[in-house]
T-cell receptor, first 115, second 115 residues
Framework: GDSVTQMEGPVTLSEEAFLTINCTYT??????LFWYVQYPGEGLQLLLK?????DKGSNKGFEATYRKETTSFHLEKGSVQVSDSAVYFC??????????????FGTGTRLLVSP | NAGVMQNPRHLVRRRGQEARLRCSPM?????VYWYRQLPEEGLKFMVY????????ESGMPKERFSAEFPKEGPSILRIQQVVRGDSAAYFC?????????????FGPGTRLTVL
């Protein structure tokens, strides 16, 4: 079945450092790809998405490019802030095969940014 | 517009008891999805419901688990005769319609602990 693999955390960075969180996927079809963020005590929030190969999703300084050749969707940010500390989840949805938007998640990567 | 509400936020049950988890979707949302996050794992899809209908329950354990979304009131995830392996965080999400253009908005989750 479809699956998502993302790098284990925690990822610890200093403020203004460059961030990369790796995400790769396995899918039989042509899924849409997502990054969700979860701040402490809150639900998951959609951060960005891409629906087809070579699409770039971007939001709040974060970006990720749908790479079909490497089945990857790595999350990047040029300069992180303390307020970016959270857990980040990579996910996919293959609605053509499942019939509805069934999200398949990775295990999450915790990001800790220190001042 | 209030977000997706889940209650209780924390629930402790002894083995053999019943657990009832409630999810109130955002106003105007008639689609609800339940996900479970076991320790050290990603969120896994359980069930997708529309008002008064279960659309897909392929992720639900065959026994002891049931879900409903009545015409009035919250969606309920019910676990009968809980076991220690049911300890997890249970998240629900809602959307106005299904499909890629309709973001799933997540609640803060209910953390179930089975003693």
């Amino acid at each position: 079945g479809d699956s998502v693999t993302q790098m284990e955390g925690p990822v610890t960075l200093s403020e203004e450092a460059f961030l990369t969180i790796n995400c790769t996927y396995t899918a039989t079809g042509y899924p849409s790809l997502f990054w969700y963020v979860q701040y402490p005590g809150e639900g998951l929030q959609l951060l960005l998405k891409a629906t087809k190969a070579d699409d770039k999703g971007s939001n709040k300084g974060f970006e990720a490019t749908y790479r079909k050749e490497t089945t990857s969707f790595h999350l990047e940010k040029g300069s992180v802030q303390v307020s970016d500390s959270a857990v980040y989840f990579c996910a996919l949805s293959d609605q053509v095969n499942t019939g509805f938007q069934k999200l398949v998640f990775g295990t999450g990567t915790r990001l800790l940014v220190s001042p | 517009n209030a977000g997706v509400m889940q209650n209780p936020r924390h629930l402790v049950r002894r083995r053999g008891q019943e657990a009832r988890l409630r999810c109130s979707p955002m106003k105007g949302h008639s689609h609800v999805y339940w996900y479970r996050q076991l320790p050290e794992e990603g969120l896994k899809f359980m069930v997708y419901l529309q008002k008064e209908n279960i659309i897909d329950e392929s992720g639900m354990p065959k026994e002891r688990f049931s879900a409903e979304f009545p015409k009035e009131g919250p969606s309920i995830l019910r676990i009968q005769q809980v076991v220690r392996g049911d300890s997890a965080a249970y998240f629900c999400a809602s959307s106005p319609r299904d499909g890629l253009r309709n973001e799933q908005f997540f609640g803060p989750g209910t953390r179930l602990t089975v003693l």
